[in-house]
Structure formats: structure tokens, C-alpha cells
């Protein structure tokens, strides 16, 4: 793990990283477009991004964002005690990940709100954890904010499932919790949540993916969660992963979301990339697709 508390402040927000574990391996058989090859092509790709042989980096993290009085959580890592049978090293984990969040000056009852961009298992798991046995909100007094569609796609797939996947799995554990302890909050975006707060569609990865932008007092950021999974694929909009729900869509949303960024002063970061995780968008020249330009100054 290259470290476990990253903090940036952007305009007047202090963004917090609470990093659960090292992904990077994942992208060899997540990405498969990816190959050392291909990598070495990236010619502003560089470390830490990738290792010094072209593999890539890459980390599961949460993002929390403290701006004008709230304390949101965006996404919340694969977490403890979940059952995660198609992924062994993410099953029954036990991390100090509550322990991190108080030494980060966290206080997980005050936070204010939490965002998942989705529902994978990788971005819910902290939504809850195990105590006498029973799932309990890990946020006991924010607002869990769910794009409706979004949850309406896992809730029948629940419903259609006879196996028992580790999607079903961690909508149980991870998820309708959430909606029964009546902290589930269900928007449509493009939704306003105030204080500079808005969650945007960004579907593809899967059927209503969201991101979520923080004007912040003069600078904004966009945290994009799995819409882009690895820096490379600003070079390489077009490259999908292998569970993306809609490919063509998921490289349409890339597409889009970085044209719009290009050139601009708004900071993106995704939900893997490694730390330093915020970084403005160029366009390339010469070639399609788009640079990352990370911003390297943390507090
Ligand atoms: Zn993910």
C-alpha cells in the first residue's frame, strides 16, 4: 500500500483519502486493452501511475470532501467482513479502515452525506459494517444519496438472481441496510444538493452511473468515480473494461466528460487512480484522447 491518508485542499474544501487497498494487479485482466505495450505509448504516462514496467497502478479509495459545514463521503471502498466469493483477497477483509477515518480527523457521526457513483461492491462496502451480527450504517446520521435508476437496476437483478453473485451479496450487506434504516436518499440527476454540491449522470460503467462535482470557492472538482478507472484511459476513452454495462456508453461518457474538461482549471479525479489523484485535462496533440496533467501539491 504506497500510503493510507492522502489530503488536498482545493479552493476552500479539504478532500480527504482514506485508502483501503492496492488494485493495481486487477487492471491486467480488468482492462484488457491494457498491455505494457500499449502502455509505454503513453508517453506522459509516468510513475506512479504505472510501475517502471508498464503496469498499472492503481488503488480502492474514498474521497471525503469537507466544504461549507458538510462532510460528504464519496464512495465507500469494498470494506469488513463482506462476502466477496468471485474476488478472494476482497472477501472478509479486515482493515482499520474506521480506525483511519479518526486519524484522518474524521467523525463518521458527523458526517453529512454519502454519495455512491455506483453500486459495486468496491463502492459501497463501508456503507455498513458488521456488529452483533447485523449490517449497521457506518454513517449513522448522513443522508446516503442513491441514483434511483441505479438502484432499481440491482434491486431486480437481487430479484433475478439464483446464484447468489457477489453483486447480490453486497446489495444486501451493503445496501439495503441503508434503505431500511431510512437513510437512503433516491435523486435523479442532475441533482443539486447544495453548498456547491451537484451529482451529474454519467452512465455506462453501469446503467446510471453518477459523478459528482464541488464547486469549491473559486476552484471546482469533479470526482468521476468508476466513469474513468485508470489515467490511461484519458488517452484511450475507447478502452472499456470488462465489466462495463453498456461499453459503447461508458467511452461515449468518457468521451464527453473530457472534452467538456479540456483546457479548463476544474480538477477530475477517479475513484482508483493513485494519489496524487486530482489532475486538469488537456487536449493531446497530434493524436486522439486527452492528457492528464496532475495537480502535485498536497497539504
Ligand atoms: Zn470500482
Not at 140 to 165: I, P, V
Not at 198 to 223: K, M, N, Q, S
Request: glycine content about 8%.
Amino acid at each position: 500500500m504506497p500510503l493510507e491518508i492522502a489530503k488536498t485542499r482545493i479552493g476552500d474544501a479539504e478532500i480527504i483519502q482514506i485508502i483501503e487497498m492496492d488494485v493495481g494487479h486487477h487492471f491486467d485482466w480488468f482492462l484488457p486493452d491494457n498491455n505494457p505495450e500499449a502502455i509505454r505509448q503513453i508517453t506522459w504516462l509516468d510513475e506512479p501511475y504505472r510501475t517502471a514496467d508498464y503496469r498499472l497502478n492503481g488503488l480502492s479509495q474514498s474521497f471525503i470532501i469537507k466544504h461549507a459545514g458538510r462532510i460528504l463521503v464519496v464512495d465507500t471502498c469494498i470494506g469488513n467482513d463482506k462476502t466477496v466469493d468471485e474476488i478472494e483477497e476482497w472477501n472478509a477483509l479486515q482493515i482499520d479502515f474506521l480506525g483511519q477515518l479518526e486519524r484522518a480527523g474524521i467523525d463518521r457521526e458527523k458526517v453529512t452525506d454519502v454519495l455512491c457513483t455506483h453500486l459495486h461492491v468496491d463502492h459501497v462496502g463501508w456503507n455498513t459494517h458488521l456488529k452483533d451480527g447485523l449490517w449497521l450504517p457506518t454513517f449513522a446520521n448522513a443522508k446516503y444519496h442513491f441514483a434511483r435508476d441505479e438502484y432499481d437496476f440491482w434491486l431486480d437483478a437481487l430479484k433475478q438472481d439464483e446464484e447468489g453473485s457477489m453483486q447480490s451479496a453486497s446489495f444486501h450487506e451493503s445496501v439495503l441496510p441503508i434503505a431500511e434504516a431510512g437513510l437512503a436518499n433516491f435523486i435523479d440527476p442532475p441533482t443539486d444538493l447544495g453548498d456547491g454540491i451537484t451529482v451529474i449522470p454519467t452512465p455506462g460503467h453501469t446503467r446510471a452511473h453518477v459523478a459528482v462535482v464541488v464547486d469549491a470557492g473559486g476552484e471546482r472538482l469533479v470526482i468521476a468515480g468508476d466513469a474513468i478507472h485508470h489515467p490511461c484511459q484519458i488517452a484511450r476513452p475507447h478502452w472499456a473494461t470488462v465489466s462495463d454495462y453498456d461499453k459503447d456508453q461508458s467511452a461515449a461518457t468518457r468521451v464527453k466528460l473530457l472534452g467538456d474538461l479540456a483546457g479548463t482549471p476544474t480538477l477530475v479525479a477517479d475513484i482508483h487512480f493513485n494519489v496524487p489523484s486530482f489532475g486538469r485535462i488537456e487536449v493531446a496533440v497530434g493524436e486522439d484522447g486527452f492528457v492528464f496533467v496532475p495537480r502535485k501539491e498536497s497539504h
